[in-house]
């Protein structure tokens, strides 16, 4: 028997913030929230993968050791989408890689670090 991966939980101080922040840079929706998660997702009852969003009173301190890569359509314009999360908050962060890398490494508002990759077509 195999298990279905359901969702990946992101520790935040801000849920609702981080949540809706998430929730814009993808293009969903927060589809619930209480005191304890915040879950944006494509529609409700999306079946996973997800995200959600739970508080946490620490703050992140190093590099995380799992991370999201988001990749723009061929259509899209990837530059603009790195500057429009820049301009919401997102940071350029240096962990490493190589100067000619085809990603590009930015952090959240709270610090979490995600890649985005060259255009794919899907």
Not at 53 to 58: A, D, K, L, M, S
Request: hydrophobic share 45%.
């Amino acid at each position: 028997m195999a298990l279905r991966w359901y969702t990946t939980v992101i520790d935040a101080h801000d849920i609702e913030g981080l949540g809706r922040w998430w929730a814009e840079t993808l293009g969903w929706q927060v589809v619930y929230e209480a005191d304890a998660e915040t879950v944006p997702a494509e529609q409700w009852g999306q079946v996973g993968p997800g995200l959600v969003f739970v508080p946490v009173p620490e703050a992140k301190t190093v590099k995380n050791r799992l991370h999201l890569d988001l990749a723009p359509h061929t259509s899209d314009d990837r530059d603009a989408e790195i500057a429009r999360m820049l301009e919401r908050g997102a940071a350029l962060v240096d962990v490493g890689q190589p100067a000619d890398a085809s990603f590009t490494v930015l952090s959240d508002p709270e610090g979490n670090e995600f890649c985005v990759l060259s255009a794919r077509d899907r």
